[in-house]
């Protein structure tokens, strides 16, 4: 069929109006989710009319706004919004090739500016790197910030949390063989003691001195020991007490406090510090333990790991994530 | 510097089989071992045990260990180890006591450098098969763990910049700790066991200025709690070691008659590093030499080898 120009029917027009908010829809969720979807900004709005750019405008009033002066304006706070999407690859590039020491030197240093909603962050670092790899990050960050990390938490913290999160970050705990003398069902019974007795768990010292000196190995122990004979799961009966859970978390069932946080990271809505912790995550276990975080995430969600990052990110940002986490294979 | 006299040049397998002549035969020869051990430093001692363990299958030092007694023994022995590995062996026998040696965590954990210290947590760590701080809490309570705690795990900071905002304000802040008597001393260890040694020595002296004497004066009370004799040894070993070490030598050698772990422990542990420094410091205090001290409360073989490291002339 031969169609002259200037003669549009019927079906072309609304061919062209489904185009039109198919693409609308695309643009929409380009810039929406983790990331920005460089291919399609890039392929529609890069070659789109100015005509096309109002219809996205006014289609979209979570973005931009009537103005009073006759013109549909960014809304400021979503230029804030996007301005940190579109930064999510490069924090991921930038993190994933520093030297793991520098890394988590600055992520505590940002942990500890950001203050208390992100003190979880101090927590995850200390408790889930190995003995090396946490003092070579105090190593590093001495040489960046010209103190010691346990002194500018002990200086910034305040209150309980304070004796709990230095004595975690001054750890170097043993990483050898279980050692003969094994006394975990005896400070599973004492944990157990506390937590029964109502008292406020973060000030007991007993609890301070197994979570933050005992070994991995033995927690992990303690942490069977506990479900023998109190029948619950340790971290769930410090739910009351967020920092000790996340302790307890981090030190026994890293893979499963870690398929935790990601799956908050990745909702929709998810704020600033909780999505951070998409990057955060993969980049810092990429070499270590993805895979494993994979399988648990699926055990406890029932999608896989890579399945929630291909909905949920976009663009460069999100090829890197699963590139991250493809590499094992 | 160091006190101890030790030649550039030695052979390890000389030494190691004049040692093992030494330790043959009825009796031993404890001058000989002296002569030897007490004139090589920490790395030329560990040659001579490598050489020994190549020649004759045997453990210099549990060999030594089997053949002397005593003072003379515990001396050699802590003497022959590595440096991390001794100060390790003195931490772990110090908590063992009956009554916690507290005076040796805070010295090992204050006086060596933060490297230093990390050596001793992963020497203490091979020997004991758990860490430092974990065997620490283990043996004690409350206030004291804290401090003791908080000291064996510092990693300091090790630049010399010093905020004198921050010396001002923490100095202030232990000011007030100090006068409030009910005071929790949370503050004050946070302060002491975070901050570097130079930051530390900015906010004593700017106490000192501001208040007109030192903060272990103020300190002093009438039969002081086990926490406040520990802030004070904690706020000395950081302030100014050798004037600490001299504290410690005078009273050893006061001390008539009962063991002598703290003499040898400084006289060991320092004769490599500032002895020379210490027994300067120790004339200045007492008007007589170290050495002369030692000789005078110490007999035999132990005597002997404490003044070779002392590094008196024969």
Redesign the interface.
Known sequence: MIIKPGTRKRGDDRDEAMAQSDELEALTKAFSGHGVDETTLIAVLGKSHPEKRKAFRKGNPQFFKEDERSFERWDDHRIKLLKREFSRFKNAVVLWAMHPWERDARLMKEALKDGPDSYNVLIEVACTRSSEELLGARRAYHSLFEHSIEEDVASHVHGPERRLLVALVSAYRYEGTKPKEDNAKAEAKTILNVIKSGEKKTDNEEVIRILTTRSKLLLKAVYKDYQEISGSNLDEDLKSDSRLQETVQCLCTPERYFSQVLDLALEIDADKSTKKALTRVIVTRADVDVKEIDEEFNKMYGVRLTKKIEDTANGNYKDFLLRLIAKGD | MASLVAPDHFSPTEDAAALQKACTGLGTNEKAIIEVLGHRNAAQRKQIRQAYEQLYEEDLVKRLESELTRDFEKAVYRWILDPADRDAVLANVALKKSNPDYPVIIEISCIRTPDEL?EV?KAY?LRY??????DV??HT??DI??LL??LV???????E?INARLANSEADLIHDAIKDKAFSHDEVI?IL????KAQLRATFNRYQEDQGTSITKNLLVENPDEILVALRTTIRGLNDPNKYFVKVLSNGIKRAGTDEDDLTRVIVTRAEKDLKEIKEEYYKKNSVSLDQAVAKDTTGDYKAFLLTLLGSEE
């Open positions: 990390l947590r760590q098969k758990r860490s430092l701080e974990e809490a283990a309570t409350g763990r804290k705690v908080g795990s510092a990693y300091r900071y090790q630049g910049e946070r066991t975070t901050r570097s």
